[in-house]
């Protein structure tokens, strides 16, 4: 339940349209429910504005469905990130309106009535193989509410097909930088770019990349200012980041 929800049950009290012992077991649940094998915290929505997350990868997929179904019955944006096909497919059979994304290994489904997107965040990939975790990010920024552009595939091998981009990079209010190998693309978006930097590095690349700790090492060295990292292959919390600072942004 987030403000505008619990806002409107308590107008119903006072207006006599909903009982008290009716909207004690609304508030009963709110705080968190109970599960053989989780606690799922309803009250994180109202407490910093974001869903509780699922995390589906070590989570069998009953586990994930009781978890996703709690959320989903309380009128909660709800996404599970790290499912594969399998897990994602069965989710989404379970709830209705739920959609799978293969590429993102993920499953959401929005809730209604969310606010206004304003202000734009971009997610840029250096290469097509980073695309899976990009979208990850752009998946969880599209729960958020938030307006998302992706501009895919223009790494430092040819820089000639970053520069047409420019322009829509300083429009952004943040800019989500998807990179392996050497992890340069984030430095050099820093540059051109007039809004925070959210850089996340990607498991992609040779063995001297040794599995995104090249691009990790690379992005926390970066000299442009501005930019910012989040652990290797976090799409998750690279979208978030980006999506908070856009909020705040607004006017």
């Known amino acids: 339940m987030d403000r505008k929800r619990l806002k409107a ?28 094998h989780a606690m799922v915290d309803h009250h994180r929505m109202l407490r910093v504005g974001l869903p509780e997350v699922v995390y589906g990868e070590s989570k069998t997929a009953g586990q994930i469905i009781d978890i996703s179904r709690l959320i989903a019955a309380r009128g909660i944006p709800l996404l599970v990130t790290r499912v594969d096909e399998e897990k994602g497919r069965r989710t989404a059979e379970a709830l209705p309106g739920a959609v799978h994304d293969p590429i993102s290994r993920t499953v959401r489904l929005p809730a209604p009535g969310r606010h ?109 200012p501005g930019v910012t990292v989040v652990n290797i292959d976090n799409g998750f919390g690279a979208g978030v980041a980006a999506g908070l600072i856009n909020r705040r942004g607004r006017t």
């Open 116 to 224: 206004r997107p304003r202000g734009l965040v971009v997610v840029v990939t250096a290469g097509t193989s980073d695309i899976p975790m990009a979208r990850e990010a752009a998946v969880t920024l599209e729960l958020m509410g938030e307006r998302v552009e992706p501009v895919y595939d223009v790494g430092v091998a040819g820089l000639h097909r970053l520069l047409d981009k420019v322009p829509l990079f300083q429009k952004a209010r943040a800019i989500v930088v998807a990179a392996g190998m050497e992890g340069a693309l984030a430095s050099i978006i820093g540059g051109f770019a007039g809004c925070p930097v959210v850089a996340l590095p990607t498991s992609v690349g040779y063995g001297a990349s040794f599995g995104g700790v090249a691009a990790l090492l690379g992005m926390l060295t970066s000299c442009a």
């Open 9 to 36: 049950l308590l107008e119903k009290v006072r207006a006599g349209k909903t009982g008290v012992n009716e909207a004690l077991d609304v508030l009963r649940s709110l705080p968190y429910e109970e599960l053989e």
